[in-house]
């Protein structure tokens, strides 16, 4: 394949019409995905052996290295040159060529100030980006260079940073997102989760059970409007349940009436349909029903979900 991909690669560049035939073979789809380090890893499972490489040093250029062997042995790489071209040239011409709409994910594990310079952020800014999944130490006091990319993300997952910077935290989570997950040493309060806006939350196992029954009780109030799916881990036992109930009506979730939720539609990972055959039914003040359904996690804790049925 190393050959004919290096092919397709040379001849879409040539002209808009070899780039519209390179198109029109309808390359099979695979992931489409930035590994944004000290270079760019342009990862394009149907290009392999290829891989493509991007730095910030050449930007008209693409390195596109062979590898070998399961050592994984780097061949002298070639170069593939378009004038005028950046980063978000390049991605929206692969995009493009391959029948893409989106990156399937960006991965940014460095810090933006230091490494990234701003036009990286600019070049890519409007490209459709399915997940970003930060691992920067500094990257949500960084969001002034990223911030542009948040309302193309559909998903968002934040990694590995610390900061108490309320400003640039609240900035990142208020965005439209699909699914969002922020680890637990970022600080985040209730009100920060009232802010949220995101269809699949993943609360923080640090929380606690009355913060969680408060979250409950706002989102039965009105709050939260798009929420579907409400995530919180617990690393210890099964909480108290009068601790997470206490103030909300609701029905005990029978073996007569059990339902699927279709959680795959929502969540990035490979998750199994929840099979709600108990739990506490609830309603919202416009009539929207949901269940609050726990799963034992043996050696890990509990799962507790609060879903949103359509």
């Known amino acids: 394949m190393s050959l004919a991909a290096w092919i397709i690669l040379c001849f879409s560049i040539i002209t808009d019409r070899t780039k519209q035939l390179i198109r029109s073979l309808n390359i099979p789809n695979g992931r489409f995905t930035l590994e944004i380090c000290d270079d760019v890893n342009i990862v394009v499972p149907v290009l392999r052996p290829f891989q493509i490489r991007w730095n910030y040093d050449d930007t008209e250029s693409l390195s596109i290295h062979t590898t070998l062997g399961e050592d994984f042995r780097d061949v002298r790489p070639r170069k593939l040159t378009k004038e005028g071209f950046h980063l978000g040239d390049w991605i929206r011409h692969l995009l493009f060529i391959l029948n893409h709409a989106e990156l399937s994910r960006v991965m940014l594990s460095t810090d933006p100030e230091t490494v990234i310079p701003k036009s ?8 459709d980006i399915k997940r970003l999944v930060v691992f920067s130490r500094n990257a949500v006091q960084s969001t002034k260079d990223y911030r542009l990319l948040l309302p193309y993300v559909k998903q968002l997952s934040v990694h590995q940073c610390r900061s108490d910077n309320r400003e640039f935290i609240q900035e990142v989570i208020i965005q439209n997102y699909d699914y969002l997950e922020v680890e637990e ?7 920060h989760y009232l802010l949220m806006n995101s269809s699949y939350i993943k609360m923080q196992h640090n929380m606690s059970p009355r913060k969680v029954n408060r979250f ?6 009105g709050s939260n409007p798009r929420l579907k799916v409400l995530e919180y881990w617990g690393l ?9 109930l206490k103030g909300i009506a609701y029905q005990v979730v029978t073996g007569d009436h059990v339902r699927v939720f279709d959680i795959q539609g929502y969540t990035p990972y490979r998750e199994a349909d929840v099979i709600v055959d ?15 359904h726990f799963r034992d996690h043996h050696r890990i804790g509990f799962r507790l979900f609060l879903l949103v049925w359509n």
Do not use: C, E
């Not at 990286?120 to 490209?127: E, K, L, N, R, V």
């Not at 040493?185 to 009100?191: A, E």
């Open 185 to 191: 040493n970022i600080r985040l309060s209730l009100d």
């Open 120 to 127: 990286f952020f600019d070049s890519i800014t409007g490209i």
């Open 278 to 292: 108990s739990g506490y039914n609830i309603q919202r003040v416009d009539g929207t029903q949901a269940t609050m």
């Open 216 to 221: 409950i009780r706002h989102w039965i109030q």
């Open 236 to 244: 210890n036992k099964r909480p108290k349940l009068q601790k997470i």
